[in-house]
């Protein structure tokens, strides 16, 4: 993690940074992945039908991601994202049941405050655009569904002082394989 420079590779306009404040952002995802547990795998979802694998499921993370990224504001910096995934639950199980979901999230800054809402409409724009369907858009919290996949994209914080946005893509619950496993 020590040296970072700009990188062009996805076509974006977007310098990354390295980590500067890792406790707000533990904090953040932390906060992510309870929310994420509590309504990301629920129970009205068939845990034996077969689903793509977990490879699979990171790279679509990655493409979302990408294409989120490509919307941002000239100017705008972010750190490398961050790789995450969380165990799912479904149902009254005591536990998880072997499902994964992985996770993506950048987190954004370097631009005036004043710009903030612009971003949220390029993030919207670009949602509606790729076929998620907004669930929520309140000051401070934009996030968006995909039927067709079901994915889950969320841009959250402001750019105020001492603030950060983070835009994260959720990927639906996985078979790390794909193949549903008996619970033991």
Request: with cysteine.
């Amino acid at each position: 993690m020590g040296r970072f420079r700009p990188d062009r590779s996805r076509g974006s306009a977007v310098t990354r940074v390295g980590p500067e404040r890792w406790e707000p952002l533990k904090a953040a995802l932390l906060a992510l992945g309870v929310a994420t547990l509590s309504v990301g795998c629920g129970q009205d979802v068939d845990v034996t039908t077969p689903t793509i694998t977990r490879v699979a499921a990171e790279q679509q993370a990655d493409a979302e991601l990408a294409g989120l990224e490509r919307v941002l504001p000239e100017g705008i910096r972010h750190e490398a994202p961050l790789k995450g995934e969380s165990g799912c639950y479904h149902g009254d199980d005591n536990g998880t049941d072997g499902r994964v979901q992985p996770t993506r999230t950048d987190i954004l800054k370097g631009l005036p405050s004043e710009r903030t809402d612009e971003i949220y409409a390029a993030v919207r724009t670009h949602l509606e655009a790729s076929g998620f369907k907004v669930s929520e858009d309140v000051k401070g919290h934009l996030a968006g569904n995909k039927a067709a996949n079901g994915f889950t994209a969320v841009l959250h914080g402001s750019l105020a002082v001492g603030d950060y946005l983070r835009l994260t893509v959720l990927a639906p619950c996985v078979w790390p394989d794909g193949t549903p496993t008996p619970k033991s």
